[in-house]
């Protein structure tokens, strides 16, 4: 699976070393608040998730753990193709550890997360979907030029209720920001 860099980070595939830091990171009720998972209650939840990303599709797609130049976890991305044969699509989500938020970090990773899914991998839309409320997200996907397509009624179901979404979305040619 891919590796990806930028001027100040690195993004490897999850993998069973990031169990610790991803708990300490995916445990915190804050950052999980508009996401689709509840806070983990413990390490083999990270386990599970490492799992999970270990199993994805060898598609070009990944789940990445970012780390910074000292070697520091500094959150989460994901890119996961979603359709290939009757459109050209795939998702990003990401997630940076709270002391980090509003940092940078995600304005730098993003870009590299577009470049990977619509130069390397050739696809032709990148969905993003989003909690009703997170506005730090929608802030940063309408910074790169995600476009607000409407709203999803009840499209998920976790900590024991539905929830709308949020479709967010950006073509290949369309501007950056
Ligand atoms: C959303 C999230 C990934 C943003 O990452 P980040 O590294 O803090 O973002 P950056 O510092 O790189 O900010 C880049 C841009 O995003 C937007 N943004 C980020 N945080 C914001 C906030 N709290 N309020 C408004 N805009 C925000 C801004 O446009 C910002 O550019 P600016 O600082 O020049 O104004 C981070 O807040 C997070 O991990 N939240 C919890 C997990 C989550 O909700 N993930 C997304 C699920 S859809």
Do not use: C
Not at 76 to 103: F, H
Not at 135 to 155: K, V
């Amino acid at each position: 699976m891919s590796r990806l860099a930028t001027a100040r980070y690195r993004l490897s595939p999850l993998a069973p070393g990031d169990r610790r830091d991803l708990f300490a990171h995916l445990s915190d009720p804050a950052t999980v608040e508009h996401m689709d998972i509840a806070p983990m209650a413990d390490l083999e939840a990270a386990d599970a998730m490492i799992a999970w990303a270990a199993a994805l599709p060898d598609n070009g797609g990944a789940w990445w753990a970012i780390r910074d130049g000292a070697g520091d976890f500094v959150g989460t991305a994901g890119l996961i193709v979603t359709e290939r044969r009757r459109g050209s699509r795939g998702e990003v989500s990401y997630n940076v550890v709270r002391p980090r938020w509003r940092q940078g970090v995600m304005g730098e990773v993003l870009p590299a997360l577009l470049a990977h899914g619509h130069a390397a991998l050739g696809l032709r839309r990148l969905d993003a979907l989003v909690t009703p409320g997170n506005l730090a997200s929608a802030a940063l996907l309408s910074r790169f030029g995600f476009q607000l397509e409407g709203t999803m009624r009840d499209h998920g179901f976790w900590k024991g209720r539905f929830w709308d979404q949020h479709l967010y979305a950006r073509l290949a040619d369309d501007p950056a920001s």
